[in-house]
């Protein structure tokens, strides 16, 4: 009669699946960031071998704080690895087998590095020559749990001795020679004697079931930043808090952003308005936010459909994919230049006083428009053709993604920070150039008044140049020091600060009749004439 086989459920093991597998339950503390997947070592102490170990990893979801899972391993030692830290969770003197044990991960069992235990000197000796001063940390530090050097992990006992066996921390995970993980992704397999599966732990910076997606890069699409935060196949009523955030925070900007545009769009729509080149800049401006917003807003929507399931053409998700983000990229940083230019000419209004065309402002004007919406266009032409829709089999899950080769990852920072910094730090260098001139001119008409008078007089009189100046540039700040000082968003489980940062960006756009309208007396008068115009009452 032939053997049988049995093939065992997950929480069991043995020939004839008579064993029950060690469950282990891992908590986190509080003051821990919650890594997106764990290794757990686990060493058997023998005392006929050198200590076995055997390692394992399990991914934790965004919105996962309790890690729970099965092994077969007979073990008296367990230490749980992340971002590149060891703790001890597990110390038993006998023998652990088909146990429910349930443990956490606390910031006072991390082991330590002799480099943060011993001086430069004692570190850079000879192995033999500094294993010897091994006993003293546990002696010396009685919260020391463990330590570890380049090739050995130490344990402090119960009576503060210590006690050290070879542990390879440059062990490769690579599936044994088949390692499907890109981008310098950590293989592991299931079962090391049968394996049925295999796991990725990914890099800083890399996502997916391969790590085949990035979020490196000068600027993050909302795709990125809240798409692992959308649960499929979910109605919006149970979709995570961040998710209904970004619907409310959408529907505000859309809201408000309409209003702002429109209220705008009627003032600088008349002749009056547009006497000079900024009654231009400032009724384009109007025009491309009102786009921007309802682009902006259909943007959202789609992506939500789309990590949902409810849209199943691929064609038309890629259309969307190549198209949507790049249309945003170019009427943001069409809005920003617009605003610089009208700065800019409101200093040369200023520095050449009875001398300046008004016609010519206009024309002058008309050209600019033109060839900054040109150049912006050519300017990011290159985000269409890098970006890509990608399957997600294993996670059953469609990205828009973008893929830049090195040279063009740093063509795409330059070319960010360039369309960042130099519009609104020419609207601050042009304010304060208005308020000097203005100054200047003043005090050289009336001589014997004191200069710093005249200047606080200036400053006041062109107040509403000066805050709306100052505004877009707070406004730029935050977004310069999100997208250029943190590398890449390392973890799903804390978009917050990259999302502050995708909204801030259509702040300014939202601003205009608030920062050029609103103080300016002349603008006030032609909104009403306009209003009144669209909307005549009797008296």
């Known amino acids: 009669m032939n053997k049988s086989m049995c093939i065992c459920s ?53 919105d996962q704080h309790l890690l729970t899972f099965n092994t077969s391993i007979r073990f008296h030692i367990a230490f749980a690895e992340m971002f590149n830290s060891y703790y001890l969770i597990i110390l038993r003197e006998q023998i652990i087998v088909s146990a429910i044990i349930s443990t956490q991960i606390i910031p006072s ?17 000879h192995l033999l020559r500094r294993i010897k001063y091994y006993h003293m940390p546990c002696q010396t530090r009685f919260d020391l749990v463990c330590f570890y050097d380049d090739v050995h992990f130490c344990l402090c006992d119960l009576f503060r001795r210590t006690n050290c066996f070879e542990f390879d921390h440059n062990m490769t995970y690579d599936c044994r020679g088949y390692n499907v993980c890109e981008n310098g992704g950590q293989c592991f397999m299931d079962d090391p004697k049968c394996p049925t599966s295999t796991a990725c732990v990914c890099q800083d910076c890399y996502y997916g079931s391969r790590c085949q997606f990035s979020t490196k890069g000068s600027t993050l699409s909302l795709d990125t930043i809240v798409g692992y935060q959308i649960r499929p196949n979910i109605d919006i009523n149970r979709q995570p808090f961040i998710v209904k955030v970004v619907l409310i925070l959408t529907m505000i900007i859309f ?74 990229q170019i009427l943001l940083s069409t809005n920003d230049w617009l605003c610089a230019w009208v700065a800019v000419e409101r200093a040369v209004s200023i520095f050449q006083g009875v001398h300046f065309n008004k016609t010519k402002s206009k024309q002058i004007a008309r050209w600019i428009i033109c060839i900054t919406l040109l150049f912006n266009i050519t300017a990011y032409i290159h985000d269409p053709i890098h970006r890509y829709l990608v399957d997600d089999v294993d996670e059953q899950r469609t990205w ?22 130099i519009p609104f730090s020419t609207n601050c260098i042009s304010t304060l150039i208005i308020i000097i001139f203005a100054t200047r001119i ?83 008068e032609e909104l009403i004439k306009s209003i009144q115009h669209v909307w005549p009452y009797e008296t």
């Not at 828009?400 to 910094?421: A, G, N, R, Y």
């Not at 009749?513 to 603008?523: A, E, H, R």
């Open 109 to 125: 069992h991390r082991c330590l590095s002799i480099h943060e235990l011993f001086n430069k000197t004692l570190v850079n000796r």
């Open 10 to 62: 997950e929480e069991y093991f043995g020939n004839h699946c008579e064993h029950r597998q060690t469950r282990i339950d891992i908590s986190f503390h509080s003051k821990l960031i919650i890594p997106p997947s764990l290794i757990v070592h686990f060493i058997t102490i023998s005392n006929e071998t050198y200590p076995i170990r055997s390692s394992t990893m399990k991914k934790i979801s965004w």
């Open 255 to 328: 809201i408000l952003g309409i209003i702002s545009s429109l209220l705008s769009c009627l003032t600088f729509q008349r002749e009056n308005s547009q006497t000079v080149g900024c009654g231009i800049y400032l009724y384009t401006s109007s025009i491309t936010s009102i786009i921007m917003f309802c682009i902006f807003t259909v943007k959202v929507c789609l992506l939500l459909m789309s990590q949902l399931g409810s849209i199943k053409n691929h064609v038309f998700m890629y259309i969307q994919c190549i198209s949507i983000d790049f249309l945003l």
């Open 442 to 524: 003043r005090s050289t008409i009336h001589q014997k008044e004191i200069y710093r008078k005249i200047l606080r007089e200036q400053i006041h009189q062109h107040k509403h140049l000066l805050i709306s100046s100052s505004v877009l540039v707070l406004i730029a700040v935050p977004r310069l020091i999100i997208s250029f000082l943190f590398e890449c968003m390392k973890t799903a489980r804390n978009p917050w600060l990259y999302l502050v940062g995708y909204f801030i960006a259509f702040i300014p756009s939202m601003l205009t009749f608030f920062l050029f309208v609103l103080p300016s007396k002349v603008y006030k």
């Open 400 to 421: 828009f993604i973008t893929k830049f080769s090195v040279s063009f990852q740093l063509h795409d920072w330059l070319l960010h920070l360039f369309h960042f910094s």
